[in-house]
């Protein structure tokens, strides 16, 4: 069975959403809708619908010309098992000891590494991205300088591999947390299959909103591998977890926002440590100052 998609972009949220629930009543309906911001500070929002049946253009030339945004681009998509698509593309990764890899590379896994399974279906956080890769080499980096962790917490885990990768290192407190359950259930469920069940306790929270978040607070690392406007709102709570000459591993910038987001970590009392740019994305690291 074929699948269509239908993409656009427009300027703002609230015409972005409208849009959205507007393409929800059109027939053939959609089988399902996304509305999502641009992460490029632009302030554009892409809303786009998948179709199992050719979407009706006139309608949605129609629906783009009433909301201001772009003429719609509508796609046949090939049949693909996405899945083993993903198995063939995503080859494993290093990142300084960590090796990042899904079951189907298991017998590739290096000698005296530090391994991290992570299944070919969870594509973001598999240490692919410059943003995860960029936090593993920072924890490489620190370990490799001697520094050491006792309280560690990954604060937007995702697959929670940051986490489990500080767990692998360093014996103590490991929390992850994220705002969304089905990425806490992600998180249970690779902690389970790398044999590491109990390693990390794993939280369903926003911020730092949460009781065993709290209990275990000042840490002596946190991660942040979220997005600009979340890394600058969680600037005074990062400071206040900290203890004084902890560490921060901050990612989920573009380059081009890096900059912004350090100076608010540099009001908050941090210093920078160092900073590397992957691709279009920069991780830094920060320590709380004594």
Known sequence: MPTYTALTTLTGKTAAEALGAAMERLEPEPTGIGVFEVEDGSGLWEVGGYFSEQPDATALALLATMMEAKPFVISELPETDWVAHVRRELSPVQAGRFFVYGSHDADKVPEGSV??????????????????????????????????????????????????????????????????????????????????????????????????????????????????????????????????????????????????????????????MHREQIGDWTTLTIRRNA
């Open 115 to 272: 391994p991290l399974l992570i299944e070919a279906a969870m594509a973001f956080g598999t240490g692919h991205h410059g943003t995860t890769l960029g936090c593993l080499r920072a924890l490489d980096r620190l370990a490799g300088d001697g520094w050491k962790a006792d309280r560690v917490a990954d604060i937007g885990c995702g697959t929670a591999v940051l986490a489990m990768a500080a767990a692998r290192i360093w014996q103590g407190d490991v929390i992850a947390s994220d705002i969304d359950e089905v990425a806490v259930d992600v998180a249970e469920a690779n902690l389970a299959a790398n044999d590491m069940a109990g390693a990390v306790k794993c939280v369903e929270a926003a911020g730092f909103d949460h009781p065993d978040l709290k209990a275990l607070a000042p840490y002596d690392l946190i991660f942040a591998n979220i997005l600009k406007g979340p890394l600058v709102a969680l600037a005074p709570d990062i400071a206040a977890n900290l203890r004084p000459e902890g560490m921060a591993i901050l990612s989920g910038l573009l380059n081009e926002q890096a900059d912004a987001v350090l100076e608010h970590y540099l009001q908050s009392g941090h210093s920078l």
